[in-house]
Nanobody
């Protein structure tokens, strides 16, 4: 059974850092595009960052560019989101999602097929 499990969320002070992990099971991660999304209280879901199957191509939302870094370790079937310089506007439930790549350069955030249940990130003093 295909499964994505996020971890690493928690409470952090403004300016702090967290690293989220997304562990995949039941499928071969190296052929999947992986995305990180978030949903803040009272708001819709937004794309944060996506990474191609090899890890060679990434994209970021303007709101996190320069602060967040996505990476993947296909040998460990895990994708990471390093979040630095966090601010209260980053408070949200963070989800990872996956879909089969269209080609090696594919890193689009659309059309995700599988979703994790999310991990909560709270940025507050």
């Amino acid at each position: 059974q295909l499964q994505l499990v996020e971890s690493g969320g928690g409470l952090v002070q403004p300016g702090g850092s967290l690293r989220l992990s997304c562990a995949a099971s039941g499928f071969t991660l190296p052929i999947y595009v992986i995305g990180w999304f978030r949903q803040a209280p009272g708001k819709g879901r937004e794309g944060v960052s996506c990474i191609s199957s090899s890890g060679g191509r990434t994209n970021y939302a303007d709101s996190v560019h320069g602060r967040f870094t996505v990476s993947r370790d296909n040998a460990k079937n895990t994708v990471y989101l390093q979040m630095n310089s966090l601010n209260p506007e980053d408070t949200a439930v963070y989800y990872c999602a996956a879909r089969i790549r269209q080609d090696y350069s594919d890193y689009d955030c659309g059309g995700m097929s599988y979703w994790g249940k999310g991990t909560v990130v709270t940025v507050s003093s």
